[in-house]
């Protein structure tokens, strides 16, 4: 990795260098926080006793907080000190991860009352608001400080840096708390300050807002700009259209599957920790050797072809999943029950995690100016936030109806 960042570094403009730099160390901490998030959902209903609603809600909260984008936009075009702004977003949604030192480990408190789990679910709720902030202005950062044919390949390299430690440290924690199943009680607080440090570096990346002279409108009347500059977005850009579209038809089917695939794991397979770890995770491996190859890619690519990777690596990824419960066949080897189905599903989450990484987070970047990078992307993320209204709860009614398949 430190090979691949001399190179890199020799070959960019000093501030595509300093940018670089500040995006890989926020990216190598977000990956321990993401090694941890990793097995949440697991966590939620081995070690707290959680109901399938509840972790479908807990899956949801993670999307649906992209709805309150058409209000934070609005807002955030009234903050001038958008780096201060950003580290207070930075401490007071993950300060909350701390509290969580103080849960109890026991099961019995877990299995005979909900408040707990309202506590959880509720601190990661805040948690994830801070996406609202944190995501859109990534692009804005990067989209004016990349150039146009390093972008894909320096987010690429950043992202490959992230798998690496994403999974080393999940599973790390997998075994982690195969020893201890209240782990995530002190393993939790580290990476909340972790998380803090992460957003202070990322505001450190340089930006200065063009000069635009606004009409001072009242905040509802903003927001109701903003929902109909969002409309005439997709009204009059209709290549952006069409990449939406496709993304609303493969988030339904993603969202739906998510949370029933974890209490497939758990229920039906009748994983460990660290087996959960190697089939969520393992993946990665494969994703971290093709992200500079997708990244490149989609540098010269249409991200409505790149898309094609994606929602047929995700079709594949779920077929073997279904093959198992038929095809229930697994030796074990370290403790780890590997599923002979499931290592082609592991193959086809590599190749979805490596281009979807690439096209969620920087694919909207490609259909509009560089100062409106932001603006497309916090269109792409309200309209995740939509389909999350209906689609992890769906699933988990679905599942409950007629089963895994």
């Known amino acids: 990795m430190a090979i691949m960042r001399g190179n890199v570094q020799k070959t960019l403009a000093g501030g595509e260098r300093h940018t670089f730099r ?11 926080i993401l090694g941890i998030l990793a097995l949440n959902e697991f966590v939620f209903i081995k070690s707290l006793s959680g109901s399938d609603y509840e972790l479908g809600i ?50 019995e408190v877990y299995q005979n009352g909900a408040s707990w789990h ?3 679910l ?7 608001l801070a996406a609202l902030v944190i995501n859109p202005t990534i692009n804005l950062l990067l989209k004016n400080n990349y150039s146009h044919q390093n972008f894909g390949t320096l987010y690429s390299y950043s992202q490959s840096a992230n798998k690496v430690v994403l999974l080393v440290v999940t599973f790390l924690y997998g075994l982690l708390l195969d020893a201890d199943n209240y782990a995530f009680t002190y393993i939790f607080p580290v990476a909340g300050v972790l998380g803090m440090v992460s957003v202070f570096l990322l505001s450190k990346i340089d930006y200065t807002p063009p000069e635009i002279i606004r009409i001072k ?12 500059n969002m409309y005439l ?37 009748g994983l460990n920790y660290s087996s959960v770890a190697f089939y ?57 029950k590997i599923y002979y189905t499931l290592i082609f599903y592991v193959i086809s989450h590599g190749f979805f995690a490596a281009s979807m990484v690439l096209l969620w987070n920087i694919g909207s970047a490609y259909f509009g100016d560089d100062h409106q990078a932001d603006i497309y ?17 769906a699933g988990i009614f679905i599942y409950q109806q007629l089963g895994y398949t």
């Open 22 to 32: 500040l995006h890989l160390a926020y990216s190598i901490i977000e990956g321990f």
């Open 58 to 107: 807990l899956f949801q909260f993670s999307m649906l907080v992209f709805l309150l984008l058409v209000f934070v936009n609005e807002f955030l075009k009234r903050i001038r000190r958008r780096r201060i702004f950003l580290r207070w977003v930075g401490i007071i949604t993950r300060f909350p991860l701390l509290l969580l030192f103080f849960f109890p480990r026991s099961p």
């Open 118 to 120: 309202m506590i959880f």
């Open 122 to 128: 509720a601190i990661f709720l805040v948690y994830y």
């Open 217 to 228: 409108t009242t905040f509802g009347q903003s927001v109701k700009n903003s929902m109909q």
């Open 233 to 269: 977005i997709l009204k009059n850009n209709r290549p952006y259209l069409h990449f939406e579209i496709g993304f609303m038809l493969y988030g339904i089917a993603f969202m739906t599957t998510y949370a029933v695939m974890t209490i497939f794991f758990y229920n039906a397979l």
């Open 280 to 336: 969520k995770n393992g993946y990665n491996i494969l994703a971290i050797l093709l992200l500079p190859l997708f990244g490149r890619i989609m540098g010269r690519l249409d991200p409505r072809r790149f898309a094609i990777i994606t929602y047929t690596s995700l079709a594949g990824y779920l077929f073997f999943l279904i093959l198992t419960e038929y095809l229930p066949y697994f030796t074990t080897i370290w403790g780890l």
């Open 377 to 393: 992307q916090s269109t792409h993320l309200f309209l995740t936030g939509v389909r999350a209204i209906f689609a992890p709860l």
